[in-house]
């Protein structure tokens, strides 16, 4: 990005409301396409282990069915700038959407364990595939003066399938079997096929594929690497609340359940706050009291026998990860050319699998020697690490 490009992403952003309509019919599309691939991932994110354990594999076949699934998802988001620069939006779009839905029919009737890691794979690939380009697609058809409030109102869209199908998946398994949350998992996932006449077909702007040379490049643009590193400290601590305070001795189910779900909705909810005061007073002054919060909701879980401290931990962690999520999203976006939206929204993605799988492998290791409180703690004061990074940001400017 040029020095005057740079500057002009990085100003200051009055406080007047600004002007252009959000929600067009494509992007209409774009966010149905959205809900409908999460859903689809979600209702069997926690069913295909059952089918794993079911098929004698234990749980250790268990957690390398979840595991191949990210696999493949990071795959994908790799993947994702080069295939778009190639082929546009439509058309791998339309193949994640097939990849997510068709192979989960190949898991009814139950088969082996081999059958079930390979549609794990095949499905991450599409998921990763959908979430990429839904997010450039999203980006590409706002306005810019708004582009933050409409990437928060992407989010609400992309959070609420994780709040409400992934419970729904087992309930739908236990009460009436396999076969039927199966079978609206592929139908739900392939969806987004019904929007392809209507959705954008090239990726940016016909610049050179020099104005977008790929990931490594992308993370030389314009700061794109100390946001992904920002978003990563978050994602840690996301990935360990989602993993570990189920199991923390002295939490109950029913306490574990309500911060999970307060944290949902906070984070659902500054998500939009985040988007909409940024464009207004700027995305990059969010940062630091947002990793703040995120690490005082953290340390607060030093106080797991308290189920207020738990849930008020949760409701601050939430808050901040929202903020987070929208900023840095907003901010690499605005600073990708035209062309790059595909590598800014995978660079993105790749930060938020990184972290959320980074997080709970490292936590796993060391709470058996400092017990869950500290451990809580610990990752909180951790996030601080990335506080110069965005310190660094903020002083660049408000947008």
């Known amino acids: 990005m040029s020095t005057s490009t740079y500057a002009e992403s990085s100003r200051d952003v009055g406080s007047a409301p600004p002007v252009g309509r959000i929600i067009s019919g494509p992007l209409a599309l774009v966010f149905l396409s959205e809900f409908c691939a999460l859903t689809g991932f979600y209702l069997l994110l926690s069913v295909t282990p059952m089918f794993a354990t079911a098929a004698g594999a234990g749980s250790a076949g268990a957690g390398l069915v979840t595991g191949v699934l990210l696999l493949g998802t990071v795959a994908a988001e790799l993947a994702a700038p080069i295939v778009m620069r190639r082929l546009g939006y439509r058309t791998p779009l339309a193949a994640g959407a097939v990849m997510l839905g068709l192979p989960a029919l190949a898991l009814l009737p139950a088969g082996p364990l081999a059958t079930i ?43 609420v399938p994780g709040v409400v199908a992934l419970p729904s998946g087992v309930w739908l398994a236990g009460h009436y079997g396999y076969a039927v949350v199966v079978g609206m998992a592929a139908a739900t996932a392939l969806v987004p096929l019904a929007a392809f006449p209507w959705l954008p077909g090239a990726a940016g702007r016909h610049e050179t594929a020099a104005a977008d040379a790929g990931l490594r490049a992308g993370l030389r643009h314009g700061g794109q690497l100390r946001l992904s590193l920002i978003f990563a400290a978050s994602t840690v601590a996301a990935g360990v609340v989602v993993s570990f305070l189920p199991l923390a001795a002295g939490v109950s189910g029913n306490v574990a359940a309500v911060g999970l779900l307060a944290q949902a909705l906070t984070a659902t909810v500054s998500r939009w706050w985040a988007g909409r005061h940024g464009d207004r007073h700027g995305h990059a002054r969010l940062l630091i009291p947002a990793l703040v919060i995120t690490s005082l909701g953290m340390i607060t879980m030093i106080w797991l026998a308290s189920p207020a401290a738990v849930i008020a ?64 703690a610990l990752t ?12 660094r940001e903020s002083t660049a400017g408000g947008r």
Do not use: K
């Open 313 to 376: 931990g949760m409701c601050l962690f939430g808050t901040g990860f929202g903020i987070i999520q929208n900023a840095t999203f907003t901010l690499m976006i605005d600073r990708a050319p035209a062309s790059g939206l595909g590598t800014a929204s995978a660079l993105w993605n790749l930060a938020y699998d990184a972290g959320y799988g980074a997080g709970p492998a490292t936590f796993g290791l060391f709470v058996a020697h400092t017990g869950y409180p500290a451990a809580f």
């Open 380 to 391: 909180g004061v951790l996030m601080l690490a990335a506080l110069p990074s965005a310190r």
């Open 117 to 159: 890691v390979t549609v794990s794979v095949v499905r991450g690939f599409g998921f990763g595939l959908a979430t990429v380009i839904t997010g450039a697609l999203t980006a590409a058809l706002l306005p810019p003066a708004r582009r933050g409030e409409g990437l928060g109102l992407f989010g609400v869209v992309a959070c």
